[in-house]
Structure formats: structure tokens, C-alpha cells
């Protein structure tokens, strides 16, 4: 079971970037989808996540993001995205997505976890 993030990289602040998360090994239809995020000398904090596929769509963001990011998913490429628009600096992390197998959105514990994409933004 793998998640491959790509899609990271430097952009001037304004900018924008779509984060992409591919799935293989098994499908992650009825899995909750998220993305998470770590800043230099912080901890990994919870950024957007995606109900499944079963379910009514719905989306979960923290704060920061909210009217700025947009979390979406492709079932049938198995594959969740993260398109960030009016980048800031602070936005300036390693960017994680993750997946779990509940119904139901959450900010906590995810089972599966990809290896990170840098996005670095600059001022």
C-alpha cells in the first residue's frame, strides 16, 4: 500500500500549486482522504481532508486555508489533490497526504501516510 505525493514546489507568494496524492496497492474509494502538513521546527498540523467516494462528498479545512485551498478526488485514477491558491509564505511546509478507512472526516489518526512534497513559498 503506497501514497505518492507529488506536485510540490517553489513559488512566488500569489502563487499557486495543485498537490497531487496517487494511491496503489489497493483502491482508497471508501477511504477518508487528507492532507496534512510540517513547517521547519513545528509539528505536522492537519490541513484539508475529503470524505470518500461511498459517501456525500464533503470537505474539512483548517482555518488558515479555508477560501485559499481546495481538496478534491479523482476515483477513478484513486488519486486525492490539493490545489492551493493565494499562497503565502506560511504556507512554506512539507506536505503529507494520508488515508484512512472511516466514513467520516477527521483531523486525527490516519492509517496510511505518503512520503512529503516540499512547497516552499517565497515573499
Known amino acids: 500500500v503506497q501514497l505518492q505525493a507529488s506536485g510540490g514546489g517553489l513559488v512566488q507568494a500569489g502563487g499557486s500549486l495543485r498537490l497531487s496524492c496517487a494511491a496503489s496497492?489497493?483502491?482508497?474509494?471508501?477511504?477518508?482522504m487528507g492532507w496534512f502538513r510540517q513547517a521547519p521546527g513545528k509539528e505536522r498540523e492537519f490541513v484539508a481532508a475529503?470524505?470518500?467516494?461511498?459517501?456525500?462528498?464533503?470537505?474539512d479545512y483548517t482555518d488558515s486555508v479555508k477560501g485559499r485551498f481546495t481538496i478534491s478526488r479523482d476515483s477513478a485514477k484513486d488519486a486525492v489533490y490539493l490545489l492551493m491558491n493565494s499562497l503565502k509564505p506560511e504556507d512554506t511546509a512539507v506536505y503529507y497526504c494520508a488515508a484512512d478507512p472511516q466514513t467520516r472526516l477527521t483531523r486525527g489518526y490516519y492509517r496510511y501516510w505518503g512520503q512529503g512534497t516540499q512547497v516552499t513559498v517565497s515573499s
Open positions: 475529503i470524505s470518500p467516494i461511498s459517501s456525500s462528498v464533503t470537505t
Open positions: 496497492g489497493r483502491t482508497f474509494s471508501n477511504y477518508v
